[in-house]
Nanobody, 119 residues
Framework: VQLQASGGGLVQAGGSLRLSCARS????????VGWYRQAPGKQRELVAS???????KYAESVKGRFTISRDFAWEMTYLQMTSLKSEDTAVYFC??????????????WGQGTQFTVSS
């Protein structure tokens, strides 16, 4: 399984941006897909995740501003971001967790996409 994140760039504070994560390859089962971010000098943190059942989870700092979604086949996962702030500047990674067979867990990361919010 490979993940390809895209959509980064430069955006003004208060603006919007959508990140995309394309998955290639198959898994026996996908548990969830998440978006993480890592700002310079900080640890990687979970931004948002969505489970196979459609349940979503968000970091407190992005609640009400970011929305995670996916297509039916799990081939694409999106992170719609609005009301962007300078503190959202980071490298964003997508991650998939699942199983390659009924017994073997699997975890993969995309390469990351950078975006910068200018004030």
């Amino acid at each position: 399984v490979q993940l390809q994140a895209s959509g980064g760039g430069l955006v003004q504070a208060g603006g919007s941006l959508r990140l995309s994560c394309a998955r290639s390859g198959s898994l026996f089962k996908i548990e969830d897909v998440g978006w993480y971010r890592q700002a310079p000098g900080k640890q990687r943190e979970l931004v948002a995740s969505i489970t196979s059942g459609g349940s979503t989870k968000y970091a407190e700092s992005v609640k009400g501003r970011f929305t995670i979604s996916r297509d039916f086949a799990w081939e694409m996962t999106y992170l719609q971001m609005t009301s962007l702030k300078s503190e959202d500047t980071a490298v964003y990674f997508c991650n998939v967790r699942g199983y390659v067979d009924p017994w073997t867990e699997y975890n993969a990361w995309g390469q990351g996409t950078q975006f910068t919010v200018s004030s």
